[in-house]
C-alpha cells in the first residue's frame, strides 16, 4: 500500500527526474562537440536521472504485494543500481571541476592512482554487496538495513566533494563572474539538501537538490557561445588568450598549428561575404575532425590556430603536414569549387613559446618566410 509519506518520496524524485531529463533534452537540442569534459558531464546528469528513477521504482515495489523472491530479487537490484550510481556522482564532480580548471595535466602516474583508487574501492563494495554484505542487507522478512561499508563510501564521496571544492579554491582565478557563482550556488544547495535529508529523512529532497544544482551549472558552466566565432563555430580570439594564459600559467604543455589563408581578399571579391564564410565553416570543420583532443580556434577574419595540448612534435607535425596536404586540394561547398593558399606553421612550448606575446610573434613571423611545405618553429627566424 501506498501511503503519503511514500507519495512526499515519490513527488520529490519525480521533479528531480523532471529536472534531470530537461538537461539531457537541452544537452541533445542544443548539440555541441563533445570532449571529455562534456561527456562527463553527460554522464552527471543521466546517473542523477537513473537515481530519480531508482528512487521512484523502489518505493511503488515496498507499496505493492508480491512473491518474496520476486520482491526480494528487485530490491537488490534496484539497491545497488542506486549505490553503484548515487556514490559516483562525487567522483564525477571532481574529475569534472579538474577539467575545468585545466589542471587535469598535473593528476599522472601516482596521483592518478591516488585519485581514482577510493572511487574503485567504493565500487567494488557496492558491486559484491550480494555475497558479502558490507553497504546493506535485506533479510527474508524484506528489512532493509545498512551496514558499515555504507558509511565508508560516504566518507569516500565526502572526500572526493571536498577535493573538488579544493580545485575551485586553489584554481578560482580561472573562473569569471557567472562561473564562480554558477560553481557557490551548486555547492550550497547540495550541501543545503543532503543536511536537510540526514535530519529529516522522510524528505527526500537531496537528489532534487543535485538536480537544480547541476541544471545551474549546465546552464552558466557548459554554455560557451560568447566563446564561439559565430560563423565558423571555431573558438574565437578572446577564448584563445584565455585558454592560452591558462596553459602559460600552469605550465601546461602543448603543440599549435598556425593556418593563414592567403587568398581571402580575391575570394571576398569573387564570393559574397555569406559564402566565403560557409567555406570557412567547412575549413573549421574539418580542422575539428583531426583530432577530438584538439581544440580550433579563429583569431582573425583569415587565420586559425589549431591546439595541441599535451602532443609530441611529432604527432603535432604530421598533422600539419595532413593538414598542408588538405589545402593542396579543392574546397567545396553547395556546389562551388574554391581553391584556398594556406600558409600552415607548426610550433610548440617546446620551442621555447612561454607567453602569448611569443605565440603571436611565432604566428606574425611566418610572412618572413617562403616555403612551399609546413614552417616550423626553427626556420621562422633563421
Not at 35 to 64: P, T, V
Not at 68 to 94: G, S
Not at 276 to 281: D, P, S, V
Not at 309 to 338: D, H, M, N
Request: proline fraction near 2%; charge should be neutral; glycine fraction near 6%.
Amino acid at each position: 500500500m501506498i501511503n503519503d509519506q511514500t507519495f512526499g518520496v515519490i513527488a520529490f524524485n519525480l521533479s528531480a527526474l523532471i529536472v534531470s531529463v530537461t538537461c539531457i533534452i537541452y544537452k541533445l537540442i542544443i548539440p555541441s562537440r563533445l570532449k571529455l569534459r562534456n561527456r562527463i558531464f553527460n554522464s552527471l546528469i543521466i546517473i542523477l536521472a537513473i537515481d530519480a528513477f531508482s528512487n521512484i521504482y523502489g518505493e511503488i515495489i515496498r507499496g505493492y504485494d508480491m512473491a518474496h523472491e520476486t520482491a526480494l530479487f528487485l530490491r537488490n537490484l534496484n539497491e545497488m543500481l542506486y549505490f553503484a550510481t548515487h556514490f559516483a556522482i562525487a567522483p564525477i564532480i571532481a574529475r569534472y571541476t579538474m577539467l575545468k580548471c585545466g589542471i587535469e595535466h598535473k593528476i599522472r602516474g601516482f596521483k592518478s592512482v591516488a585519485v581514482h583508487l577510493p572511487f574503485i574501492i567504493s565500487e567494488l563494495m557496492i558491486l559484491t554487496n550480494p555475497w558479502f554484505h558490507l553497504i546493506y542487507s535485506i533479510d527474508n522478512n524484506l528489512v532493509y538495513s545498512r551496514q558499515w561499508g555504507v558509511y565508508v563510501v560516504y566518507a569516500i564521496g565526502g572526500l572526493y566533494f571536498i577535493l573538488s571544492a579544493v580545485f575551485v579554491f586553489l584554481y578560482w582565478d580561472m573562473l569569471n563572474k557567472l562561473e564562480r557563482i554558477a560553481v557557490i550556488y551548486f555547492y550550497v544547495l547540495v550541501l543545503i539538501g543532503t543536511l536537510i535529508q540526514m535530519i529529516f529523512s522522510n524528505i527526500s529532497c537531496e537528489l532534487l537538490c543535485d538536480a537544480i544544482g547541476t541544471m545551474g551549472m549546465m546552464l552558466i558552466l557548459e554554455n560557451d557561445d560568447d566563446r564561439r566565432d559565430y560563423t565558423t563555430k571555431a573558438y574565437n580570439r578572446n577564448a584563445l588568450i584565455n585558454d592560452m594564459s591558462i596553459y602559460f600559467k600552469y605550465k601546461r604543455p602543448f603543440n599549435v598549428i598556425f593556418i593563414d589563408i592567403l587568398n581571402e581578399e580575391i575570394l571576398r571579391r569573387l564570393l559574397t561575404y555569406a559564402d566565403y564564410e560557409k567555406i570557412l565553416m567547412e575549413v573549421v570543420k574539418y580542422l575539428k575532425s583531426i583530432n577530438e583532443k584538439y581544440d580550433v580556434y579563429r583569431v582573425g577574419v583569415n587565420s586559425f590556430f589549431v591546439v595541441c595540448p599535451e602532443t609530441s612534435e611529432k604527432k603535432t607535425k604530421k598533422a600539419a603536414g595532413e593538414i598542408f596536404s588538405r589545402f593542396k586540394e579543392f574546397w567545396t561547398y553547395r556546389g562551388r569549387i574554391v581553391t584556398l593558399n594556406a600558409r600552415i606553421i607548426q610550433a610548440g612550448t617546446g620551442d621555447g613559446i612561454s607567453d602569448l606575446d611569443k605565440l603571436f610573434k611565432a604566428h606574425g613571423s611566418g610572412v618572413n618566410v617562403d616555403k612551399d611545405g609546413v614552417i616550423y618553429y626553427e626556420e621562422l627566424f633563421g
